[in-house]
Each structure stands twice: as C-alpha cells, then as structure tokens.
C-alpha cells in the first residue's frame, strides 16, 4: 500500500469545471493503476476513472464519460482528473485510489485510499 494526498475539490454550479489532484506520497513512479472513486450521501462508493501507469491507458464510467477525463503523460507518481459539464448527480466524496492490475474494476485492483475531497455541484 501508499500513501495518497489529494488537492483540488470545491463548489460550482452546474455545467462548470473541477480538477483534482493527487500525488503518491514518497515516489518518483508508481507501477499499476490509479484512478478516482467517488461516495455521495447513502450510496456505496463507485469507480469513476482510472489510468494504468505504464501504457497510460484509461478506464472511465459511463456515467462520466465524455465529461471527465484523466490527463495522459504526466508525471508516473500523480495523478488527475479533469471533471467538465459537471451536474448536481456528481456530488460526492472523491477519493483518489492506487493499486495493480487485475481487478474488478477497470481491471484494477485498488487497495490503496486517499483521504478524500469534496465536491458540491449547486443547480
């Protein structure tokens, strides 16, 4: 396991932008996949994005494709997600996640956590 900080968050309107951040505590590079969950009030954590380090491909749900996206060929220790026309639905915690591939999601297996970030988008 790492550990994970995460930066980045906030309140906006609907149809506005977000990035959040996050960093890999104590690498220069990490190998497998990172990748963003979200919780909103009294639902079960969901995956929403994910990047494999190496070979940089993603994943996304299809609730946020089209809309989010996680920036490609930066740096192997971080990673972000750039969240456009965003909508009420997507309030929620989110939480930036790391582990290795071969999983249920995206074909990852996370089991590293960040702390987790709001975000609050107002109709």
């Known amino acids: 396991q790492v550990q994970l900080v995460e930066s980045g968050g906030g309140s906006v309107q609907a149809g506005g932008s977000l990035r959040l951040s996050c960093v890999v505590v104590?690498?220069?590079?990490?190998?497998?996949?990172l990748g963003w969950f979200r919780q909103a009030p009294g639902k079960d954590r969901e995956g929403v994005a994910r990047?494999?380090?190496?070979?940089?491909?993603?994943f996304y749900a299809d609730s946020v494709e089209g809309r989010f996206s996680i920036p490609r060929y930066g740096p192997r220790n971080s990673v972000s997600l750039q969240m456009n026309s965003l909508k009420p639905e997507d309030t929620a915690i989110y939480y930036c996640?790391?582990?290795?591939?071969?999983?249920?999601?995206?074909?990852?297996?996370?089991?590293?956590w960040g702390q987790g970030t709001q975000v609050t988008v107002s109709s």
């Open positions: 104590g690498r220069t590079y990490y190998s497998g996949c």
């Open positions: 996640a790391a582990g290795d591939h071969g999983g249920m999601w995206g074909d990852c297996d996370f089991n590293s």
């Open positions: 990047i494999r380090t190496f070979g940089q491909t993603t």
